[in-house]
């Protein structure tokens, strides 16, 4: 999943960090004077246009046709995931708030899918979706998805929607990658371009009782630091408590 690093000077990569960063919050184009104001990056706004000027050259930035701020592009945002992110594991009483969640449905699979996916849906307010390899689909929070501004777009949203009705496109997506989890950005998501401004993040799990995958959909600005350790921990979970 990871690619080779694209070289950039340590304060462009700062700024692309920061610009993304802000960006997953506010899901706002952002300005140099935003950093200046916000941030102690100790250089002139014309130095960070500069620089943002370089990083949209490189494919980083766009320039919505509104804003004068710049906003990340999915390249930022792989670039962001594969070599920028730090993530966490769960802490201790997040794993035990999820598996309580569901501990009491573990010995029958098809209840414990669907209480796994509504509990992800709610623990990181996305849309969750789990696929098996016997063909069942389950999808929870998509009352979530409304609430962001990129699903705004009725045209976005519909296309999404109509593919919560399609268990092959959910499970030819998930075997089409060998790593056990995955994280797809736009493009990534579906190539023809329907879904570019979307992210899937899905981990795969495997049993003597269930074969499937469970995930998060959401915006490409999804909070990654938060999602990333959720879904892990969640399709590690259901491998657990399915192989009996």
Known sequence: MDSEPEILSSRQSQILKLIIE???????????E????????????????????????KGFLMQPHTSSGRSPTSKALRY???????????????????????????????????????????????????????????YAGASHILDMPEFYNFELTHKLFDLLDRYDFWWETVIGHDEPFYILLGDEFRP??????????????????????????????LNYITVIPTVRYMGSLIGDLTNW
Request: glycine share 6%; hydrophobic share 40%; charged share 25%.
């Open 22 to 32: 802000e960006y997953i919050v506010t899901a706002q184009p952002v300005g140099s």
């Open 80 to 138: 962001y995931v594969d070599h920028m992110l730090q993530t966490r594991d769960l802490s201790v009483v997040e794993e035990v708030a999820v598996k309580e969640k569901i501990w009491d449905h573990r010995q029958k699979v098809d209840k414990l899918l669907r209480e796994a996916t509504k509990t992800l849906a709610e623990k990181t307010h996305s849309l969750a979706v789990t696929a098996t390899d016997d063909g069942d689909l389950y």
């Open 192 to 221: 023809d371009g329907l879904l570019s401004q979307c992210g899937f993040v899905y981990s795969r799990f495997t049993s003597p009782h269930a074969k499937g995958a469970i995930g998060v959909v959401g915006p490409v600005r």
């Open 34 to 57: 935003t950093l200046e104001k916000k941030f102690s990056l100790a250089v002139s706004p014309a130095t960070i246009r500069n620089d943002m000027v370089r990083l949209a050259k």
